[in-house]
């Protein structure tokens, strides 16, 4: 069973690594709080459809994490670099052990210490350095808190609940959230943006958080948390195929001592 998540859970950051550069494509002409409580809208209604109203108990919670993530990184970005605000918000892979250990006492092993130093690092050279630090920056560090939260709730509530009544609630309040956010803002979405969000929905969403909720109990929440480090490489590899853009060699250095934090990642899980 570990095989099997660590491959499915793998398989998730390569979805969601595709999901950057087709959502590029078509986020300036849209708001993103409103692309993203659209998103999210059509996800709780596939979810709704197929597994029902959910476990709203601790749904509920996760939903509010999830937004509160969303929403500090769509904001941040108002004020920062994208730069910036990918590498603090990728920060939330190295805050997993510390809410880890807070929330289920789990330790640390050493190679997944080693894992987690080579993904911050890869990450930081990854991002191209970060200058200075503001607003933007530290809305930024939120979203990685809160997502470092999710993750390790999400370990802790698949013991508890039924794996697929995670999700509706979850789904809901992300997207009832970016709604009320958004409110005077435009809702226009060209069509290019509803198919960004219809894929993003069933893939990156339903089926990507379906996938934490049932695999990750198995490998644990350290061991999750490194292999999502992959999401910003394949992230990097779609840009590349479908946006033509190229990483410079420290870029290139750095997600390469990210491709070996998963390495080490699955070496421990396997």
């Known amino acids: 069973m570990r095989r099997r998540a660590f491959f499915f859970l793998l398989l998730a950051t390569v979805i969601w690594g595709s999901s950057f550069p087709i959502q590029k494509l078509i986020i300036g002409d849209v708001s993103p709080t409103n692309y993203i409580a659209f998103r999210f809208a059509i996800a709780a209604i596939f979810s709704y459809v197929f597994w029902g109203k959910g476990n709203w108990k601790y749904g509920s919670l996760l939903g509010v994490i ?3 993530g969303y929403l500090t990184q769509t904001v941040g970005l108002k004020y920062t670099t994208a730069s910036k605000n990918g590498f ?3 920060l939330y892979v190295v805050l997993v052990p510390v809410v880890s250990w807070i929330l289920e006492k789990e330790k640390l092993h ?3 210490a080693v894992g987690l130093t080579m993904a911050g690092v890869g990450s930081y050279l990854l991002s191209g350095g970060v200058k200075g630090f503001n607003f933007g ?3 930024s560090l939120l979203c990685a808190v809160a997502f470092a939260f999710h993750v390790v709730l999400i370990t802790i509530f698949s013991k508890k609940a039924k794996e697929e009544d995670l999700l509706t609630p979850q789904f ?3 997207s009832v959230a970016n709604a009320i956010f958004g409110l005077g803002t435009s809702w226009y979405l060209s069509v290019g943006a509803i198919m960004s969000a219809l894929y993003n929905a069933a893939l990156s969403t339903v089926f990507g958080i379906w996938v934490q909720v049932k695999y990750q109990k198995h490998v644990g929440s350290n ?3 490194i292999i999502f ?5 394949f992230a990097a590899l779609f840009s590349w195929i479908i946006l033509h853009e190229t990483l410079s060699p420290m870029q290139f250095l750095g997600a390469t001592l990210m491709v070996g934090a998963i390495i080490i990642s699955g070496v421990k899980s396997l």
């Not at 480090?229 to 490489?233: A, F, W």
């Open 110 to 112: 050493i190679s997944q």
């Open 88 to 90: 603090f918000t990728s």
């Open 172 to 174: 809901t309040i992300t």
């Open 137 to 139: 920056d530290f809305l």
């Open 229 to 233: 480090v992959g999401e910003p490489i």
């Open 223 to 225: 061991t999750t948390a």
């Open 66 to 68: 999830l937004a509160l």
